[in-house]
């Protein structure tokens, strides 16, 4: 237990280290997910000129071919090519699972806040419905939602889609954050604010949520995974992203059930691809919530 | 003269160049630079210095009980012949708790709330000293008795909750004393505690470490508690030890500079109220980048060229040791800090008319009914009335949970009262609509305790300053806003840059400026100033009780200043409310209720307040008081403070007395006086 003398190297002003170089030190598996994240993201938003073929290409003559430098993953029933479907794929996955998402962990965000604001007969109601909804799985909320809600596109994205899946997260992102906000309610400064007669809404989005971003930062990258697992669920069971759209979930449905034997690959990449993006988003949710909480840092 | 008496050949404990260092994010933090001091036996030392100022990281270097992974120790502390730094980890277990035990700052989280006390008092008897648990029950059961626990025999079965704070305190101790122990380091014993309690534990430990010969390190920011305890005192500033001495000598005859100003801006009871407090200026330097030479420099008014080298440890004149390269002048007499205010300042400004009177406030909080059960209430506030001037200061004094910050909350309107009227400026806010409150909150203000988590941290100094300013069109534009920013952080003694920092970016003392330039920006005419300076460092509290005074004086302002410190109550306000269990028990001007108390609470209150003499503590009497604040959910009849009241008849316990003017302007509620 020794230390050297103090140099006058280290006795010079302390920089604050880069916030992001700090957080690949600590957490590397989760630098590493954000890095598949990342790969992914840019397949989905460049996919026509990453992809080496269309994805809805149709070559009767090359059906259900192998693995090849050709085609990377094989080619499908109809002769598409796999690997550019799974790239296009992840435009879908990305789309509906950051949206949908985001979409129900704002709106959880919002009513777990005003909950925990409020309090009283008005967090009592909230808390019920929540509770209410919590009573089912998500995939199984998602699968009401989706048969209540007509099929409904914009710009090539479905709307019923996005709303079946962030129904469900709308609660469980509530519970989290109202939690966080009875914390905060409680801070010296909210009552300040009320002591200063601003207005509940001005008190819930200027005072209160940016004190409750961390929990519900973490919440979203978490349920962009059960987003996305939800969709490929949803499209394998046939009401998600239909046929002949690129998805994941649509991918390992259909025809290649009966083929799966001779072409393995058909369900071998696009189900690793399934896995690989919830782990990946998984795993930067945890890294981002042990990174942002001051108990897990040393 | 010589050096003091000295502990036997041999001292208990010798730290030698202590130095601990950790490394954060930030760079590496030098907490403790080069302490060296020795504990006799049975004797007790106090270490006193201000937040950051090493005291508590040197006595878990002690203990070895520093972060291993981050924290790094060097030098040399040896405890009765052995060296602790060099002591394997099983070793230094031994040590712990047997020969060495820690007495931590809060009762209410050091004991482990699912075990029973018992329990946690006989494991260290079992472990160290390997007696049977019938041999461990006994010791326990005469260890409870030691520390003044009545029926120590069946409360030994009971769970920490069912102890209150002074008890588990007393607790802590008997677990402390468990096995005998040679050493006792308390940090901060009774700082989470009331005056009233915290004399009964003090006197505890002083005739305990006397009886059983324990030596006894006392770490403490608290002068008043220092005086009353050590024979010796060492004072830290900035990781160093700056004075050390015998406690009188330290106390009547400080010889580094620090020491000098830190004992004049404590307000204290036992001296005539100055006109204003006496202050050091600036700030605790920051351990990362500590300033060259003598640390406290910066804010030494006596600093000259030679300052700018490092002071040695001197030893002065009266037997302390100094680490001031002036010691000798300040011996001499040459040197002395000159008083800052002048006494004509205080004109007053207090004008006829009541801002606002509270008549007969009253709060219940429900009290969640276990099935099958009546619903409960607990009474925080019971027939509460006075009135404030415009311009007056009306301090509310009492312990924890008498109601105090409740009446606060109460007149800004953040609870809803149960019974009884609030009147501000004509309106009654009990009954008044929305759209009339929302007038009259620009005109209540608030200033909380915290100064960490009263301001939002995720908004600038600007961005907090300047909400009220958009919110209610106070300024006309967004440069004019800026511009008031500036001006209302120039008023509060910060410079305009900081409207561009957060606070976390800020000190405690600056944090709460930032709090009271918030305040001011609504141009309030009255502020509910709720314990708005006992979270901040002695030298800091006194600048912002002057600055409350200062702006109190300019803007005519009044102050509701809830606290439970009576020597600054006693400082700022002109009127003083004492409450008791949700009552008001007594209302008198300040140099009355100090000087001509009548009600037995408050005279209990006063002496139970610790003063920064030596020589006054010593030569005390034992205190008044005993027993411990009632239950809420089992109050008592009649008066509330017929359980601990000294002059309490049946009489007493039979009628709930009414507060009566007993004297012009003076008002007590007891039928004894």
């Given at each position: 237990m020794t230390i050297a003398t103090p140099t006058a190297a280290d006795t010079a002003i302390p920089k604050a280290p880069n916030p992001y170089l700090e957080f690949c030190r600590q957490q590397p598996l989760g630098a590493i997910s954000f890095f598949i994240i990342v790969v992914m993201m840019f397949a989905g938003i460049f996919s026509p000129w990453v992809a080496p073929y269309d994805p809805l290409a149709i070559d009767f003559a090359g059906i259900l071919a192998a693995p090849s430098w050709e085609h990377w993953c094989g080619t499908d029933a109809f002769g598409r090519d796999i690997c550019s479907r799974l790239i296009y794929g992840s435009r879908t996955a990305l789309v509906i699972g950051f949206t949908s998402s985001f979409v129900g962990s704002t709106v959880g965000a919002i009513l777990g806040i005003a909950s925990a604001y409020f309090g009283g007969k008005i967090d009592d109601w909230i808390q019920r419905f929540v509770d209410i909804l919590l009573a089912f799985p998500l995939i199984v909320l998602a699968l009401v939602v989706v048969a209540a809600v007509r099929k409904f596109v914009v710009g090539g994205v479905d709307v019923n889609l996005i709303i079946a899946i962030a129904v469900p997260i709308i609660p469980r992102v509530a519970r989290v954050v109202r939690a966080a906000a009875l914390s905060v309610r409680v801070m010296p400064y909210v009552d300040a604010a009320r002591a200063a007669g601003y207005s509940h809404s001005r008190i819930i989005f200027r005072h209160m949520a940016p004190n409750v971003v961390a929990p519900y930062l973490i919440m979203l990258t978490a349920f962009i995974a059960q987003a996305i697992l939800a969709e490929a669920s949803l499209s394998f069971l046939g009401l998600g992203v239909t046929e002949p759209t690129a998805a994941w979930g649509l991918m390992l449905s259909g025809n290649a059930a009966d083929f799966y034997r001779e072409a393995p690959w058909m369900i071998l990449f696009p189900g690793a691809m399934i896995s690989l993006a919830v782990f990946a988003f998984n795993l930067f949710g945890d890294s981002l919530r042990d990174y942002l909480d001051p108990r897990f840092k040393v | 003269m010589s050096r003091p008496v000295q502990a036997p050949a041999a001292p208990l404990l010798e730290v030698e160049d202590l130095h601990v260092q950790f490394e954060t994010s930030r760079g590496i933090v030098r907490a403790v630079e080069g302490l060296s001091f020795e504990v006799g036996r049975g004797e007790v030392v106090a270490i006193v210095g201000e937040s950051g100022s090493g005291k508590s990281v040197s006595a878990l270097a002690i203990m070895r009980l520093l972060p291993r992974l981050t924290g790094r120790t060097r030098g040399r502390i040896t405890f009765d012949g052995r060296s602790l730094l060099d002591l394997g980890d099983e070793e230094m277990r031994e040590i712990r708790g047997r020969d060495i035990s820690m007495i931590f700052q809060e009762p209410m989280t050091s004991l482990n709330p699912l075990l029973t006390i018992g329990l946690q008092i006989t494991e260290p008897l079992t472990i160290?000293?390997?007696?049977t648990a019938e041999q461990a029950r006994a010791r326990a059961v005469e260890l409870l008795s030691l520390v003044g626990i009545p029926d120590p025999e069946s409360r030994l079965d009971q769970y920490p909750h069912q102890f209150s704070g002074g008890m588990r305190q007393r607790v802590m101790i008997a677990i402390g004393l468990a096995c005998n122990p040679k050493l006792v380091i308390a940090d901060e014993p009774t700082t989470a505690l009331d005056v009233t309690i915290q004399a009964q534990i003090l006197e505890l430990m002083k005739d305990l470490s006397r009886k059983l010969n324990i030596a006894l390190i006392v770490i403490t920011h608290n002068l008043g508690v220092v005086a009353r305890y050590a024979d010796r005192v060492i004072v830290m500033y900035a990781a160093k030890m700056v004075e050390q001495g015998r406690a009188e000598a330290v106390f009547h005859e400080p010889r580094h500079p620090y020491t000098m100003g830190l004992l004049r801006s404590v307000p204290r009871l036992d001296r005539p109220r100055g006109m204003r407090l006496e202050t050091i200026e600036g700030l605790v330097p920051n351990l990362t980048n500590p300033p060259p030479g003598c640390r406290f420099a910066p804010r030494c008014p006596f600093r000259v060229d030679i300052c700018g080298q490092e002071p040695p440890l001197a030893n002065a004149d009266n037997g302390s040791q100094s680490r001031c390269h002036r010691h000798a002048e300040i011996a001499g007499g040459k040197i002395a800090w000159a008083a800052s205010g002048t006494g004509s300042q205080q004109a007053q400004m207090v004008r006829e008319g009541a801002l606002l009177s509270v008549r007969h406030l009253t709060k219940h909080f429900p009290v969640r009914a276990k099935l099958g059960h009546a619903k409960a209430v607990v009474r925080a506030v019971e027939d509460v009335s006075f009135s404030i001037h415009p311009g007056e200061t009306l301090g509310l004094v009492g312990e924890s949970g008498c109601g105090k910050t409740t009446v606060g909350r109460l007149i800004l309107r953040l609870e809803q009262p149960t019974g009884g009227e609030i009147e501000f400026d004509g309106i009654n806010l009990v009954k008044a609509s929305p759209a009339e409150m929302q007038a009259v909150r620009r005109k209540i203000q608030v200033i909380f305790q915290d100064p960490y988590s009263s301001l939002n941290p995720r908004m600038t100094v600007g961005q907090i300053i300047g909400e009220p300013l958009h919110v209610y069109k106070l300024a006309a534009d967004s440069a004019a806003a800026t511009a008031r920013v500036a001006e209302l952080l120039n008023q509060v003694g910060l410079r305009p840059e900081l409207a561009e920092r957060y606070p976390h970016q800020l000190s405690g003392g600056q944090r709460q400026r930032v709090g009271i330039a918030r305040a001011l920006a609504m141009e309030p005419s009255f502020i509910v100033c709720d314990e708005a300076v006992s979270a901040l460092d002695v030298s800091i509290q006194g600048q912002i009780i002057n600055l409350l005074e200062d702006l109190q004086r300019r803007l005519g302002l009044a102050y509701l200043f809830i606290a439970h410190d009576l020597a600054v109550v006693r400082h700022i306000s002109m009127r003083v409310v004492v409450m008791y269990f949700g009552r008001v028990m007594e209302v008198a001007d300040r140099d009355t209720i100090y000087r001509n108390a009548l009600h037995p609470y408050t005279k209990v209150l006063l002496d139970a307040a610790p003063v920064p003499d030596p020589t006054v503590e010593k030569a005390r009497a034992p205190r008044l008081i005993q027993g411990e604040l009632p239950s809420h959910m089992a109050p008592p009849t009649g008066c509330v403070f017929n359980t601990r009241c000294p002059m309490a008849t049946q009489e007493c316990r039979e009628t709930i007395p009414p507060l009566v003017e007993k004297r012009p302007g003076h008002w007590a509620a007891c039928i004894k006086v």
């Amino acid at each position: 237990m020794t230390i050297a003398t103090p140099t006058a190297a280290d006795t010079a002003i302390p920089k604050a280290p880069n916030p992001y170089l700090e957080f690949c030190r600590q957490q590397p598996l989760g630098a590493i997910s954000f890095f598949i994240i990342v790969v992914m993201m840019f397949a989905g938003i460049f996919s026509p000129w990453v992809a080496p073929y269309d994805p809805l290409a149709i070559d009767f003559a090359g059906i259900l071919a192998a693995p090849s430098w050709e085609h990377w993953c094989g080619t499908d029933a109809f002769g598409r090519d796999i690997c550019s479907r799974l790239i296009y794929g992840s435009r879908t996955a990305l789309v509906i699972g950051f949206t949908s998402s985001f979409v129900g962990s704002t709106v959880g965000a919002i009513l777990g806040i005003a909950s925990a604001y409020f309090g009283g007969k008005i967090d009592d109601w909230i808390q019920r419905f929540v509770d209410i909804l919590l009573a089912f799985p998500l995939i199984v909320l998602a699968l009401v939602v989706v048969a209540a809600v007509r099929k409904f596109v914009v710009g090539g994205v479905d709307v019923n889609l996005i709303i079946a899946i962030a129904v469900p997260i709308i609660p469980r992102v509530a519970r989290v954050v109202r939690a966080a906000a009875l914390s905060v309610r409680v801070m010296p400064y909210v009552d300040a604010a009320r002591a200063a007669g601003y207005s509940h809404s001005r008190i819930i989005f200027r005072h209160m949520a940016p004190n409750v971003v961390a929990p519900y930062l973490i919440m979203l990258t978490a349920f962009i995974a059960q987003a996305i697992l939800a969709e490929a669920s949803l499209s394998f069971l046939g009401l998600g992203v239909t046929e002949p759209t690129a998805a994941w979930g649509l991918m390992l449905s259909g025809n290649a059930a009966d083929f799966y034997r001779e072409a393995p690959w058909m369900i071998l990449f696009p189900g690793a691809m399934i896995s690989l993006a919830v782990f990946a988003f998984n795993l930067f949710g945890d890294s981002l919530r042990d990174y942002l909480d001051p108990r897990f840092k040393v | 003269m010589s050096r003091p008496v000295q502990a036997p050949a041999a001292p208990l404990l010798e730290v030698e160049d202590l130095h601990v260092q950790f490394e954060t994010s930030r760079g590496i933090v030098r907490a403790v630079e080069g302490l060296s001091f020795e504990v006799g036996r049975g004797e007790v030392v106090a270490i006193v210095g201000e937040s950051g100022s090493g005291k508590s990281v040197s006595a878990l270097a002690i203990m070895r009980l520093l972060p291993r992974l981050t924290g790094r120790t060097r030098g040399r502390i040896t405890f009765d012949g052995r060296s602790l730094l060099d002591l394997g980890d099983e070793e230094m277990r031994e040590i712990r708790g047997r020969d060495i035990s820690m007495i931590f700052q809060e009762p209410m989280t050091s004991l482990n709330p699912l075990l029973t006390i018992g329990l946690q008092i006989t494991e260290p008897l079992t472990i160290h000293l390997g007696m049977t648990a019938e041999q461990a029950r006994a010791r326990a059961v005469e260890l409870l008795s030691l520390v003044g626990i009545p029926d120590p025999e069946s409360r030994l079965d009971q769970y920490p909750h069912q102890f209150s704070g002074g008890m588990r305190q007393r607790v802590m101790i008997a677990i402390g004393l468990a096995c005998n122990p040679k050493l006792v380091i308390a940090d901060e014993p009774t700082t989470a505690l009331d005056v009233t309690i915290q004399a009964q534990i003090l006197e505890l430990m002083k005739d305990l470490s006397r009886k059983l010969n324990i030596a006894l390190i006392v770490i403490t920011h608290n002068l008043g508690v220092v005086a009353r305890y050590a024979d010796r005192v060492i004072v830290m500033y900035a990781a160093k030890m700056v004075e050390q001495g015998r406690a009188e000598a330290v106390f009547h005859e400080p010889r580094h500079p620090y020491t000098m100003g830190l004992l004049r801006s404590v307000p204290r009871l036992d001296r005539p109220r100055g006109m204003r407090l006496e202050t050091i200026e600036g700030l605790v330097p920051n351990l990362t980048n500590p300033p060259p030479g003598c640390r406290f420099a910066p804010r030494c008014p006596f600093r000259v060229d030679i300052c700018g080298q490092e002071p040695p440890l001197a030893n002065a004149d009266n037997g302390s040791q100094s680490r001031c390269h002036r010691h000798a002048e300040i011996a001499g007499g040459k040197i002395a800090w000159a008083a800052s205010g002048t006494g004509s300042q205080q004109a007053q400004m207090v004008r006829e008319g009541a801002l606002l009177s509270v008549r007969h406030l009253t709060k219940h909080f429900p009290v969640r009914a276990k099935l099958g059960h009546a619903k409960a209430v607990v009474r925080a506030v019971e027939d509460v009335s006075f009135s404030i001037h415009p311009g007056e200061t009306l301090g509310l004094v009492g312990e924890s949970g008498c109601g105090k910050t409740t009446v606060g909350r109460l007149i800004l309107r953040l609870e809803q009262p149960t019974g009884g009227e609030i009147e501000f400026d004509g309106i009654n806010l009990v009954k008044a609509s929305p759209a009339e409150m929302q007038a009259v909150r620009r005109k209540i203000q608030v200033i909380f305790q915290d100064p960490y988590s009263s301001l939002n941290p995720r908004m600038t100094v600007g961005q907090i300053i300047g909400e009220p300013l958009h919110v209610y069109k106070l300024a006309a534009d967004s440069a004019a806003a800026t511009a008031r920013v500036a001006e209302l952080l120039n008023q509060v003694g910060l410079r305009p840059e900081l409207a561009e920092r957060y606070p976390h970016q800020l000190s405690g003392g600056q944090r709460q400026r930032v709090g009271i330039a918030r305040a001011l920006a609504m141009e309030p005419s009255f502020i509910v100033c709720d314990e708005a300076v006992s979270a901040l460092d002695v030298s800091i509290q006194g600048q912002i009780i002057n600055l409350l005074e200062d702006l109190q004086r300019r803007l005519g302002l009044a102050y509701l200043f809830i606290a439970h410190d009576l020597a600054v109550v006693r400082h700022i306000s002109m009127r003083v409310v004492v409450m008791y269990f949700g009552r008001v028990m007594e209302v008198a001007d300040r140099d009355t209720i100090y000087r001509n108390a009548l009600h037995p609470y408050t005279k209990v209150l006063l002496d139970a307040a610790p003063v920064p003499d030596p020589t006054v503590e010593k030569a005390r009497a034992p205190r008044l008081i005993q027993g411990e604040l009632p239950s809420h959910m089992a109050p008592p009849t009649g008066c509330v403070f017929n359980t601990r009241c000294p002059m309490a008849t049946q009489e007493c316990r039979e009628t709930i007395p009414p507060l009566v003017e007993k004297r012009p302007g003076h008002w007590a509620a007891c039928i004894k006086v």
